[in-house]
């Protein structure tokens, strides 16, 4: 039986990206997303719920997240689910991440101006295999 593990978000990044460098060099960026869901009670009235998402990128997209993004920039992310367990202080913890094979940066570049014209608009890794 074939399984499926896709995930497609459109959202803001809540802060700049996060660069570090594992042992052998390569790039890794950290996003913070949010997604907004809105809806209306039975009662008539509007509500609004932020989902915030854990978002890393390796290598050579890590890069261009790391040079063209920034908090409040809009983006489109594809990618699939991944869960990491570890311990800390004798405590087990465990986080649900979005490993994105792709990213599209889509509106202004999150600072109340357009993206340049140079800048990319959609990045492939094709190094993360899916």
Same mark, same amino acid.
């Given at each position: 039986?074939?399984?499926?593990?896709?995930?497609?978000?459109?959202?803001?990044?809540?802060?700049?990206?996060?660069?570090?460098?594992?042992?052998?060099?390569?790039?890794?960026?950290?996003?913070?997303?949010?997604?907004?869901?809105?809806?209306?009670?039975?009662?008539?009235?509007?509500?609004?719920r932020t989902?915030?998402?854990?978002?890393?990128?390796?290598?050579?997209?890590?890069?261009?997240?790391?040079?063209?993004?920034?908090?409040?920039?809009t983006v489109?992310?594809? *990618?699939?689910? %991944?869960?990491?367990?570890?311990?800390?202080? @004798?405590?087990?913890?465990? !986080?649900? #991440?979005?490993? =994105? *094979?792709?990213? %599209?940066?889509?509106?202004?570049?999150?600072? @109340?101006?357009?993206?340049? !014209?140079? #800048?990319?608009? =959609?990045?492939?890794?094709?190094?993360?295999?899916?």
């Amino acid at each position: 039986m074939a399984s499926l593990n896709k995930v497609m978000l459109i959202g803001n990044l809540g802060r700049d990206p996060e660069i570090r460098h594992t042992q052998a060099g390569s790039a890794v960026a950290t996003l913070s997303v949010a997604t907004n869901e809105r809806w209306n009670t039975t009662e008539g009235e509007k509500a609004e719920r932020t989902e915030w998402h854990r978002v890393i990128t390796f290598g050579k997209l890590a890069e261009i997240c790391g040079q063209h993004l920034a908090k409040g920039r809009t983006v489109y992310i594809e *990618g699939r689910l %991944q869960t990491r367990a570890w311990e800390k202080d @004798g405590d087990k913890r465990s !986080a649900t #991440e979005i490993v =994105a *094979g792709s990213v %599209q940066f889509l509106g202004g570049n999150g600072k @109340g101006t357009s993206a340049p !014209a140079n #800048e990319p608009t =959609a990045t492939k890794d094709n190094d993360i295999p899916f």
